[in-house]
């Protein structure tokens, strides 16, 4: 069965770091397209980012480029998200999601919630000073 479950989330102040992990069990890890997504109270679910299967595409939100470094670990079964630089506006319940990637299609053309069909339950993210 596969599982996700998401840690590493926290209290943070402004201009901060985390490091949310994300640990994969009861599949290959390395046949999925990957992606975050954050949730903030009141809001709709929304990418954050996504990485392919070797780790050689890369993609963003325009809100965390350049803050935010996505990677993943095939041989441990783990995702990461490097968060710097946080902001309060970064506040939200952060989920790591898992798909099979569809042939021919763009990091960028999955990299939203209608392609993944399995979830974390998410770790909480405040930034707050």
């Known amino acids: 069965q596969l599982q996700l479950v998401e840690s590493g989330g926290g209290l943070v102040q402004p201009g901060g770091s985390l490091r949310l992990s994300c640990a994969a069990s009861?599949?290959?890890?390395?046949?999925?397209?990957i992606g975050w997504f954050r949730q903030a109270p009141g809001k709709e679910r929304e990418g954050v980012s996504c990485?392919?299967?070797?780790?050689?595409?890369?993609n963003y939100a325009d809100s965390v480029k350049g803050r935010f470094t996505v990677s993943r670990d095939n041989a441990k079964n783990m995702v990461y998200l490097q968060m710097n630089s946080l902001k309060p506006e970064d506040t939200a319940v952060y989920y790591c999601?898992?798909?099979?990637?569809?042939?021919?299609?763009?990091?960028?053309?999955?990299?939203?919630?209608?392609?993944?069909?399995?979830w974390g339950q998410g770790t909480q993210v405040t930034v707050s000073s």
């Open positions: 999601a898992a798909e099979r990637p569809r042939l021919f299609a763009t990091v960028q053309a999955m990299c939203v919630t209608s392609f993944f069909g399995s």
């Open positions: 009861g599949f290959t890890l390395d046949d999925y397209f």
């Open positions: 990485i392919s299967r070797s780790a050689s595409i890369t």
